[in-house]
């Protein structure tokens, strides 16, 4: 049975509108108007169209951040998606760690994303639930009155190059370099920061598992799902991913089924500054990517050629007699 870890109020969340300048050298952003609780932002999350991909200006929505998390972990790495069912889009989809950016943090969206980290990825070994480190800064520990934290082993989380344009809070160019684009759909930004997450060497019998909170009635509930770890780990080989999708639990990987699946649109194709796509195909974008998806799983292949051994030995029998 999920078990609840933390509860909310939604109202206590709050945010402001953007407006946002772009070119083809970069994009800076400032906030406009007042601050927006979490129902009024998703009511402002209308579709803008843009003539221009590489140069408009026009006021958003909201800002969004995301990780794309680079998991290594034995000596491989891995990016890190979650599994969410998006309630304002009545559609469930493969993203990466994303969220909201509040008011008080729009000039420093990284620490929106190391929050998100904290929130969304959980690490368990027997020991406990291990915490973490972006260089001298301890993360939170949000959910530390329900489960027990590690003292000692915390995962190191650390920069990675970032993207080419730059992007700027009015003035101030931001830090680490995150990806950006429009997305029109939601009229919204968004900025991912290109994350690596380290596990120690020490950290044995580790299992993962995603934590996302939900709006229920007037509150926020955040729950964990044993059943359902809803965090996937896609492997990397010499930087580039796998068209391979595997859970992790007590050290080990367990094949994850892509039939059906959506990713998010931060996977779809970008164009200039805009991405128009709400979400995209799995094998959609394996085959954009040049990807060549694994053979399908041998083991019912290797029933099939025991029931012909068998078969085998049966017939010449009936016809001995």
């Not at 078990?3 to 400032?30: C, D, H, M, W």
């Not at 800002?63 to 979650?82: I, M």
């Not at 020490?202 to 770890?229: C, I, N, T, W, Y």
């Not at 060549?292 to 029933?303: E, F, H, I, N, Y």
Request: proline share 7%; net charge positive.
């Amino acid at each position: 049975m999920p078990r609840t870890l933390i509860r909310k109020n939604p109202s206590n969340f709050k945010t402001l509108p953007l407006f946002v300048e772009a070119t083809p050298e970069g994009l800076s952003y400032q906030s406009v108007g007042r601050p927006l609780n979490f129902s009024q932002t998703l009511q402002r999350r209308r579709p803008v169209t843009v003539a221009d991909s590489e140069r408009f200006a026009l006021e958003l929505a909201n800002l969004g951040v995301s990780v794309r998390l680079t998991l290594h972990w034995q000596n491989r790495d891995y990016w890190v998606l979650v599994r969410q069912r998006r309630q304002d889009r009545g559609d469930v989809v493969l993203k990466l760690i994303s969220g909201y950016v509040p008011a008080h943090e729009l000039n420093l969206p990284l620490h929106t994303a190391i929050q998100e980290i904290a929130e969304e990825c959980l690490l368990e070994t027997p020991e406990g639930w291990l915490g973490g480190r972006f260089n001298d800064t301890w993360l939170p520990a949000p959910y530390s009155s329900a489960l027990h934290y590690r003292e000692a082993l915390p995962f190191r989380l650390s920069p990675l190059s970032g993207s080419a344009r730059p992007v700027r809070c009015a003035n101030l160019q931001l830090i680490e370099r995150p990806r950006a684009y429009v997305h029109l759909p939601t009229a919204s930004l968004q900025l991912i920061y290109d994350l690596r997450l380290d596990v120690p060497k020490e950290a044995k019998s580790l299992s993962l598992f995603h934590v996302d909170e939900r709006l229920e009635g007037d509150q926020l509930v955040a729950r964990l799902d044993r059943k359902r770890p809803d965090l996937y780990l896609m492997p990397l080989q010499d930087g580039h991913p796998l068209a391979e999708l595997y859970t992790l639990k007590k050290d080990q990987l367990y094949p994850a089924s892509t039939r059906g699946l959506f990713l998010a649109e931060s996977f779809a194709r970008q164009e200039g500054w805009l991405v128009r796509d709400e979400r995209i195909r799995w094998k959609d974008w394996v085959r954009q990517q040049g990807l060549t998806p694994p053979a399908k799983d041998s083991g019912l292949a290797r029933l099939r050629g025991k029931a012909k051994q068998l078969l085998k030995k049966i017939v010449p029998r009936k016809a001995a007699r």
